[in-house]
């Protein structure tokens, strides 16, 4: 069965790196050609003009951009956009951020060292469900989150199955290896990643880990 090409935006301030990502975006990696914005206004402009069936997928966004910078408009893309998976892709990589970026929903955070192969490559685990990071921030992430101090959520139940696939993301295993170990299809794991993190009221991997840890669900 056929796969639709995945719905890339890409809001990024510099001309020749916006250009780069663009060019990233190729039916043979799976991905329909981008969208491409300069700022987060006009990206929102269009947004809201959208057809809903032509809204974005996964959206690659700069967080040092003219205007309203991307950690500000995260809220907003979801709302217009509820499915949306967002990427912060930016040279900054401070906790401060970091934390800022997931606690708003991004479900990624990548450097803008990251090869090309390496933002491709996280555009589609974003799709399937991860959470794409990039080396110097994964290390840290999960317990910079462990460590939130906002109030907890309404306690969560989880059946067997939700339990076992927490404790394999716990465990930091990719959606590949998570597929191989259930036993299911990557589009599966996929959609059981999403619907845990709608059970747990969350939007990313990371915050994901962090509740488990915090509320020892497993």
Known sequence: MSTSPIC?????????????????????RGMAPARA????????????????????????????LPGRSGLEVIRDVHQLARECRVIILTVFEDEAKISQAISEGACGYLLKTARADEVAAAILEAHEGGSPMSPKVASSIVKLLANLTRPA????????????????????????????????????TGTHTKNLFTKLEVHSRAAAVARALRERLI
């Open 153 to 188: 959520p309404e306690p969560v139940s989880l059946s067997p199955r939700e339990r076992e696939l927490l404790a394999l993301l716990v465990e930091g295993l990719t959606a590949k290896e998570i597929a191989d170990r259930l036993k299911v299809s990557i589009h599966t």
């Open 37 to 64: 914005f300069a700022n987060a206004e006009s990206m929102l402009t269009a947004l809201r003009a959208t057809d809903i069936t032509e809204r974005p997928a996964v959206m690659l966004l700069d967080v040092g």
């Open 8 to 28: 890339v935006w890409i809001v990024e301030d510099h001309d020749v790196f916006r250009r780069s990502l663009v060019r990233l975006c190729t039916p043979a």
